[in-house]
């Protein structure tokens, strides 16, 4: 939604233990996060302070943040059983 952040822990809250527990334990996965943050908090930034952007890039940031969720999402899965 508009103006609203995305943190992993909200998007799967039955996922969190295994969250805390990849992010210490794999480093990848701990890159990946962070990386999804920091386009999460881009988002957030100019969707909330109405800064100035291009549609485009809006897009871009979006379609990248969906990305890494699934990634993430996926992950979560795989450790998950």
């Known amino acids: 939604m508009y103006g609203e952040r995305h943190q992993l822990?909200?998007?799967f809250p039955e996922f969190q233990?295994?969250?805390h527990h990849l992010k210490i334990q794999n480093s990848?996965?701990?890159d990946r996060l962070k990386e999804?943050?920091?386009t999460d908090k881009t988002?957030?930034?100019l969707e909330k302070q109405q800064q100035p952007t291009t549609d485009e890039r809006m897009?871009?940031?979006k379609v990248k943040?969906?990305?890494l969720k699934d990634r993430l999402y996926s992950e979560l899965k795989?450790?998950?059983a």
């Open 17 to 19: 233990n295994t969250i």
């Open 36 to 38: 999804y943050e920091h």
């Open 9 to 11: 822990t909200h998007e």
């Open 28 to 30: 990848e996965f701990a």
């Open 43 to 45: 988002i957030y930034t």
């Open 65 to 67: 943040r969906l990305n």
């Open 78 to 80: 795989q450790h998950q």
């Open 59 to 61: 897009l871009d940031l």
